[in-house]
Nanobody, 120 residues
């Protein structure tokens, strides 16, 4: 079973910072991309940031405030979130696009989500 385990969510005041981390189980390999999506109440899930081997993508509203990086362990990804705003409040989901041992093809795998709440 593939597991992506997120950590680092919580409650912070506007202008503060949080760092999210995600560790993927070793049953996945040749990771094409890892990243973070978020979903606020009543809204669709949206891509926040994604990292490939040599490039990154960011949601326009978080550019310059959020930084995505891969961890020293090959199956880890982090999201440093600075200058947080109330509109960043959402459940943040880690995802990985990768191959899995015993399976053909590359698939998307998801974490359970971690709540980020930014108070004004």
């Amino acid at each position: 079973q593939v597991q992506l385990v997120e950590s680092g969510g919580g409650l912070v005041q506007a202008g503060g910072s949080l760092r999210l981390s995600c560790a993927a189980s070793e049953s996945i390999f040749s990771i094409n991309a890892m990243g973070w999506y978020r979903q606020a109440p009543g809204k669709q899930r949206e891509l926040v940031a994604r990292i490939f081997s040599n490039s990154t993508n960011y949601l326009a509203s978080v550019k310059g405030r959020f930084t995505i990086s891969r961890g020293n362990a090959k199956n880890m990804v982090h999201l440093q979130m600075d200058s947080l705003k109330p509109e960043d409040t959402a459940v943040y989901y880690c995802y990985a696009n990768a191959y899995r041992s015993g399976y053909v093809g590359r698939y998307d795998y998801w974490g359970q989500g971690t709540q980020v709440t930014v108070s004004s």
